[in-house]
């Protein structure tokens, strides 16, 4: 009784406070896809046809994000959870259905996509902040934040080529966290760094949690995921699997694949 | 993504979406970064940096002068052929580059459009953005040398120019970005530019003056030659700094191609045509470029 008004409460909020959603989205990709006149006159001869296999990515995928959510997509490799998040970040467009967003997006999809080797950190810095959507203002208004968080400010105007790469990740994640979006998509990047800045990392994104950002966030670090979401939605082949509190997902998760906990 | 557009997007909208061209006012900062950070990596480790800008246009210049002009005889029919060639040269090498970076601007910049979505017209444009950093540098030396052999501007010149400018940016962006979608898929794209660039200098004039093939093309091939936006445009930057170059029109026959005006209306419609054509299939094509590449 008590849990089925609790669930229909939520389901109030769930259609008022939505901020993405995800309809019927399907995604095929394509497997072989160049085609050159060298191959096209060899499968003349052979009688072999041109290989036009697909791929379903993502299949019928349908659940919605809230405001202030923090939600984990879990499943094993190859199971369409980045495909899913480059469907809500806009990257690629699904095959069908629809993904709408409401407020701005910004991605930690591989943190330092943006940065060019040949430039100084503090031009990475407003390339990579321009790229996220920040305005000039912004970026001057919180480029000493993003320098203090990288902890490296003695090598600022230093070309990144001459970064370690522990460096790079750090400035990148500077930029990428200070970037303030309505909705963060974060995938794999919790990975990066020595403990220390890791931990830094993970306690600046809860922080940023707290506040009422939503967060999308892939990963196989479990424990992040324990920690970080409180809902978790598992992939399986392209579909929802299962899709409920973070913990239970994971358990079922690992009963299905024969991993203990 | 700037806030700008949030505010004003208070509702739903798709991810992915844009609207081309037009979106691009609102990121003229990351555009002005993308033209900074292009100009700097392609001059980086170099020693004499932007001073290449003025080189490679003046090498070209000197050896189209001294072995098609002294040696070939071409300087003997023109007056001032040094400013005729050089007002032609710039144009033509102008719309070169935008059309075949605009053209590869995709592939290189395939780490981005893999990961982070942005209005992807951003890339040609960056790159337009950089062949007028290196056309200014051009354009003075141009300039310099006109006003050296007497060269006054006037109104009609300036307006001469711009409007070749526009010609030249209009088809080069237009081409380049439906080019740029064919590159995704098929690299022969970019193949097939360097070809089309290696016959636009010849098929314009830009070494000879248009009135020399008109006796050797059938009417309706010199009618389209006429009307090739970058005849027109050639031919506007010609009006521009050659004429006032030479004092005595009539005895150098100079006059201005037949019906130039029609010419130019012409080839504003091309330009406009292959804006909307470029634009249209590179929005077609733009939602699968991040899984092609």
Redesign the interface.
Same mark, same amino acid.
């Given at each position: 009784m008590n849990n089925k008004s609790l669930k229909n409460g939520n389901n109030k909020i769930d259609a008022k406070n939505a901020v993405i959603?995800i309809a019927n989205v399907d995604k095929w990709?394509r497997l072989h896809?160049n085609y050159s006149l060298k191959d096209a006159f060899v499968n003349l001869f052979t009688h072999k046809k041109r290989d036009k296999s697909l791929f379903h990515a993502l299949s019928n995928i349908n659940f919605n994000i809230n405001s202030g959510e923090a939600i984990g997509l879990v499943g094993i490799n190859g199971s369409g959870k980045s495909t899913l998040l480059?469907?809500?970040?806009?990257?690629?467009?699904p095959d069908k259905g629809?993904?709408?967003?409401?407020?701005?997006?910004?991605?930690l999809?591989?943190v330092g996509?943006?940065f060019?080797p040949?430039?100084t950190g503090r031009?990475n810095i407003?390339?990579n902040g321009?790229?996220?959507?920040?305005?000039?203002e912004?970026i001057i208004q919180k480029f000493d934040d993003i320098v203090e968080f990288s902890e490296i400010p003695q090598f600022i105007d230093s070309e990144v080529r001459f970064y370690s790469s522990g460096m790079f990740l750090r400035l990148a994640f500077a930029v990428a966290i200070h970037s303030d979006p309505d909705i963060f998509l974060i995938d794999e990047i919790l990975a990066v760094g020595d403990a220390k800045f890791r931990e830094k990392c993970l306690n600046r994104i809860s922080e940023l949690s707290k506040q009422g950002k939503t967060m999308v966030i892939v990963s196989h670090a479990e424990q992040q995921i324990r920690q970080l979401c409180q809902r978790a939605v598992w992939i399986n082949k392209g579909k929802v699997q299962m899709d409920g509190p973070a913990n239970e997902v994971l358990d079922a998760m690992n009963k299905f694949t024969g991993l203990k906990k | 993504?700037?806030?700008?557009v949030?505010k004003l997007r208070?509702?739903?909208?798709?991810?992915?979406?844009s609207k081309g061209l037009l979106d691009l006012f609102k990121?003229s900062?990351?555009l002005s &970064?993308?033209r $900074?950070?292009e100009v700097?990596?392609r001059y980086?480790g170099s020693f004499l940096g932007l001073i290449w800008t003025y080189i490679k246009p003046l090498t070209t210049f000197f050896i189209y002068y001294y072995f098609v002009g002294r040696i070939m005889g071409a300087d003997r029919a023109n007056e001032h052929y040094a400013i005729y060639l050089f007002s032609g040269l710039i144009s033509i090498q102008f719309f070169n580059e935008t059309f075949r970076n605009c053209t590869k601007s995709i592939r290189d910049n395939a780490? &981005?459009?893999? $990961?982070?979505?942005?209005p992807r017209e951003l890339f040609p444009i960056a790159t337009w953005r950089v062949a007028i950093t290196h056309f200014y540098p051009q354009l003075f030396i141009l300039l310099v040398a006109s006003i050296i052999q007497g060269w006054y501007p006037g109104f009609l010149h300036i307006l001469a120019v711009l409007l070749g400018f526009i010609l030249l940016s209009g088809l080069a962006i237009g081409a380049g970005m439906l080019f740029a979608a064919m590159n995704v898929?098929y690299r022969d794209a970019e193949n097939l530019v360097e070809l089309i660039t290696m016959i636009t200098t010849w098929f314009s004039p830009i070494l000879y003056k248009w009135s020399m093939i008109e006796q050797h093309m059938p009417l309706w091939l010199f009618k389209v030659y006429m009307c090739n936006p970058l005849t027109c445009a050639a031919e506007l930057f010609h009006y521009a700094f050659w004429w006032p170059t030479n004092i005595d029109f009539t005895n150098y026959g100079l006059s201005l191609p037949p019906h130039f005006g029609f010419d130019i209306c012409i080839s504003i419609i091309i330009v406009i045509l292959m804006m909307v054509i470029g634009q249209l299939a590179f929005r077609k094509f733009e939602?699968?470029f991040?899984?092609?590449l």
């Open positions: 959603k990709f896809h480059k469907c809500i970040s806009g990257v690629i467009k629809k993904v709408s967003i409401k407020g701005r997006i910004a991605g999809i591989e996509a943006g060019h040949d430039l031009e407003f390339l321009a790229i996220l959507g920040m305005t000039k912004q | 993504m700037s806030n700008k949030d208070a509702g739903f909208y798709q991810p992915g979406r990121h900062y990351l &970064l993308l $900074k950070k700097k990596v980086r780490a &981005l459009v893999r $990961k982070i979505y942005l898929f939602g699968r991040a899984q092609e």
